[in-house]
T-cell receptor, first 113, second 113 residues
Framework: ETGVTQSPTHLIKTRGQQVTLRCSSQSGHNTVSWYQQALGQGPQFIFQYYREEENGRGNFPPRFSGLQFPNYSSELNVNALELDDSALYLC????????????FGEGSWLTVV | AQSVTQPDIHITVSEGASLELRCNYSYGATPYLFWYVQSPGQGLQLLLKYFSGDTLVQGIKGFEAEFKRSQSSFNLRKPSVHWSDAAEYFCAVGPNYGQNFVFGPGTRLSVLP
């Protein structure tokens, strides 16, 4: 049990639509990040939020955006969905001074048709 | 460039046999190294981590890993594999601050009865 919960677990969207994925981390975890894991591949870093500000981003276009809230929850938003966006989206969190160990949620499976 | 390679895509071992999963990394700074395990349809569970100190680290479920700076390697080992160890294993390297980890492509472990 990592204390990181994600919703929804599965969803199907149509190309061109927008999607919002949600994550709730445990108290004290003030850093959250999102990863994309395509089928058969390792996770890829999308971005990181610390104290409600984005402070790190991987090689993903601006249509991938996020929010972090004061209650340790966060969102990943993807606009103009493409077929290649089909993947498992993982939320991870960590606390300051935690030895930089990140804890993952179970993920949200997104299928774009 | 930061990268992680896991040379073995798929490994099959018999239950009770020993196991070694290989991981090599390329990282510009002092690496923080991790091994995660992922069961089908699940998120990532941390097995062990290396930050500094003793180069042989112990993790959960009887796993251990050895950091070899000269070989840029962080191989995962287990002396006796159990059927429940069948899963996907990911090696990752990260900074001393932040969650922008770089993951390898994973090694799928199958266990024969």
């Amino acid at each position: 049990e990592t204390g990181v919960t994600q919703s929804p677990t599965h969803l199907i969207k149509t190309r061109g639509q927008q999607v919002t994925l949600r994550c709730s981390s445990q108290s004290g975890h003030n850093t959250v990040s999102w990863y994309q894991q395509a089928l058969g591949q390792g996770p890829q870093f999308i971005f990181q939020y610390y104290r409600e500000e984005e402070n790190g981003r991987g090689n993903f276009p601006p249509r991938f955006s996020g929010l972090q809230f004061p209650n340790y929850s966060s969102e990943l938003n993807v606009n103009a969905l493409e077929l290649d966006d089909s993947a498992l989206y993982l939320c991870a969190s960590s606390r300051t001074g935690g030895g930089n160990t990140i804890y993952f949620g179970e993920g949200s499976w997104l299928t774009v048709v | 460039a930061q990268s992680v390679t896991q040379p073995d895509i798929h490994i099959t071992v018999s239950e009770g046999a020993s196991l070694e999963l290989r991981c090599n990394y390329s990282y510009g700074a002092t690496p923080y190294l991790f091994w995660y395990v992922q069961s089908p349809g699940q998120g990532l569970q941390l097995l062990l981590k290396y930050f500094s100190g003793d180069t042989l680290v112990q993790g959960i479920k009887g796993f251990e890993a050895e950091f070899k700076r000269s070989q840029s390697s962080f191989n995962l080992r287990k002396p006796s594999v159990h059927w429940s160890d069948a899963a996907e294993y990911f090696c990752a390297v990260g900074p001393n601050y932040g969650q922008n980890f770089v993951f390898g492509p994973g090694t799928r472990l199958s266990v024969l009865p």
